[in-house]
Each structure stands twice: as structure tokens, then as C-alpha cells.
């Protein structure tokens, strides 16, 4: 959701970082974690919602300064941070949203080059200690298990997909979510724990960077590859075949398979402000050979 940012949001900005001079404010009110209000399309002003958040703000800031020495890839670089960690500001990254429309319009040259460099920078991000993303009292967030992913469907996303779906298609989800329930995770690792298409930014040469690191976490690491399902299995492989730690774990493919599934299930209960605005029939048709193929 954007529209023009509030006036009490325009001031705090102005007043905490008088250097950056804007004339336009747009609110992006989407997300659960942050608001976020784009300045003249030109600087991005982050403003964690709660205490939680400021603490992962802190962690995330760490995190970028770490990943700036070791990639190439464009991510933020807060020039701007309020002495309370309650906001900051980046220079926008220019690229469009990699959405499957836009990645399948590329050649396929830049197709194997965006994945290329995808896989390259998975690898040095999960390849991070844990302590790169402790927050200031040394908590380090923890990916989500199975277990409590399927506490989440039953508790609060399965009495809302119920009313978009018909008694077979949710009796497939519940028997799906037992299984996912007790699937092993892998070797833990540094997470990004948001990789989708509206954090993958392109150009019409190839990727141009990667942002939303406010959600890393410490913990399976197939959180990161379920979204490229997508694109095409072939898509994920091209993502492996450059992930330098695909061969210490060997079950890392399928998993993602799962948390792809569970990612898309859980989309239904969006309704309208569901992230990739799939009507519930659209989505039940990319689900169902998902699920036959993991065995629903």
C-alpha cells in the first residue's frame, strides 16, 4: 500500500536528516516489520515499527557493513541512522522487482547471469558467523522450524484459506503441514529469510542489487532458494550450480521445495493483499503440481 507519507512523518524526517532536501513523500505501509517512505525516488527512509524491530535495524546495519567488503552486488548503505536506531536512510538502488514476467523477457545469457551471481552471493552471505547479525543485547534471530511454521497455518492462516478454497483443497494443506511439520532443517547458517521478487532488483543488463535485510536470521538456510521455484525448477538449479555450499548439504533442493509450498499455501490467506495478488484458483493451479510432486 503507498500514498502520499503522512505530514507528521515528512517533518520527522526533515528534522532528523536536514542534510537530505525532498520535495515528494511516499508511504509504503505494506510490510509488518517497517514503514518505509521514498524520498523524490531517490533516498529510501526506513522506520522500524517497534522495539523489535529497531534491534534487528541495528543488527541489519551490521550485517550490510559487513557485505559491502565482500560483494559487488549494489545493497543499502545507510548514509543516515538517527542516534535511537529508529530510522534511516538510504540511497535508492535503482532496478526493477524481479518478478517472473520480467526475468523470463531477459536472454538467455542474462538469465544465467543473474542466477549466477544470485547463487555467488547466497553463498557469501550464509557463509557469515551468526554474532554478524546479534543485536545489541546478543540475541541473534533464529529461522522459523516446520513446527512452528505449521502452528502459524493452524492457529491463524488455515480459518482464512478455508473460506477461498474448497474441503479438498485444504484437507491437502493440513496433511501437507503435518509433514512439513516434522522436516528436518539443515545445517544452520546466515539467512537473508526474505528472498523474493520484490528484493531482487534488475536492469536490463543483468541483477542490480539486493535489498530488505531486516529479517536475517540464523537457521536453515532453504528459506533463501523457495522463492526461485517461481521461476522454473531449472531457475532454482541455475541458483545451485553457483551456490559454492550446495555440496555440504545435500537436502538443501528439497527443502526449499517445501518451504516453497508452504510459502505459497500461506498467500491464500492474504486474500487482496496477497504479495503476488494470485486469485485463489491461480494459485491452486501453480500448487497442485508442487504438491503431487512432494507427495499431497
Known amino acids: 500500500m503507498t500514498s502520499d507519507?503522512?505530514?507528521?512523518?515528512?517533518?520527522?524526517?526533515?528534522?532528523?536528516?536536514?542534510?537530505i532536501i525532498f520535495e515528494e513523500a511516499v508511504l509504503n505501509d505494506y510490510g509488518d516489520d517497517n514503514q518505509v517512505v521514498v524520498l523524490d525516488h531517490r533516498w529510501i527512509v526506513r522506520i522500524p515499527r517497534n522495539d523489535e524491530y529497531r534491534a534487528r535495524f541495528a543488527a541489519e546495519i551490521n550485517l550490510l557493513r559487513t557485505l559491502r567488503g565482500l560483494t559487488?552486488?549494489?545493497?543499502?548503505?545507510?548514509?543516515?541512522v538517527t542516534p535511537?536506531?529508529?530510522?534511516?536512510?538510504?540511497?535508492?538502488?535503482?532496478?526493477?522487482?524481479?518478478q517472473p514476467p520480467v526475468f523470463r523477457a531477459f536472454d538467455l545469457s542474462v538469465q544465467r547471469s543473474v542466477l549466477k551471481e544470485l547463487g555467488e552471493f547466497l553463498a557469501v552471505l550464509h557463509g557469515l558467523p551468526a554474532g554478524t547479525i546479534a543485536q545489541p543485547d546478543g540475541f541473534i534471530p533464529q529461522t522459523w522450524s516446520?513446527?512452528?511454521?505449521?502452528?502459524?497455518?493452524?492457529?491463524?492462516?488455515?480459518?482464512?484459506?478455508?473460506?477461498?478454497?474448497?474441503a479438498r483443497s485444504l484437507a491437502r494443506f493440513d496433511a501437507f503441514h503435518d509433514a512439513f511439520e516434522t522436516l528436518a532443517p539443515g545445517p544452520p547458517r546466515l539467512a537473508h529469510d526474505d528472498i523474493s521478487d520484490d528484493h531482487i532488483l534488475v536492469t536490463p543488463t543483468g541483477l542490480g542489487g539486493i535489498i530488505d535485510f531486516s529479517d536475517a536470521s540464523f537457521g536453515d538456510v532453504a528459506i533463501d532458494l523457495g522463492w526461485f521455484w517461481r521461476l522454473g525448477e531449472a531457475a532454482l538449479d541455475g541458483v545451485l550450480a553457483n551456490y559454492g555450499l550446495a555440496s555440504r548439504d545435500?537436502?538443501?533442493?528439497?527443502?526449499?521445495?517445501?518451504?516453497?509450498?508452504?510459502?505459497?499455501?500461506?498467500?491464500?490467506?492474504y486474500g487482496d493483499r496477497a504479495k503476488w495478488h494470485l486469485p485463489a484458483d491461480a494459485a491452486l493451479a501453480e500448487l497442485d503440481p508442487h504438491l503431487k510432486r512432494l507427495g499431497f
Do not use: C
Open 5 to 19: 507519507a503522512p505530514v507528521e512523518f515528512v517533518a520527522r524526517i526533515r528534522d532528523a536528516f536536514p542534510a
Open 72 to 80: 559487488h552486488l549494489a545493497i543499502p548503505n545507510y548514509e543516515f
Open 84 to 98: 535511537d536506531g529508529s530510522m534511516g536512510a538510504y540511497r535508492l538502488i535503482d532496478g526493477a522487482e524481479m
Open 146 to 166: 516446520g513446527a512452528q511454521f505449521a502452528a502459524l497455518y493452524r492457529g491463524m492462516r488455515r480459518a482464512k484459506i478455508a473460506r477461498a478454497v474448497d
Open 250 to 269: 545435500a537436502g538443501l533442493k528439497t527443502r526449499s521445495h517445501w518451504t516453497f509450498v508452504r510459502y505459497l499455501i500461506n498467500q491464500l490467506s
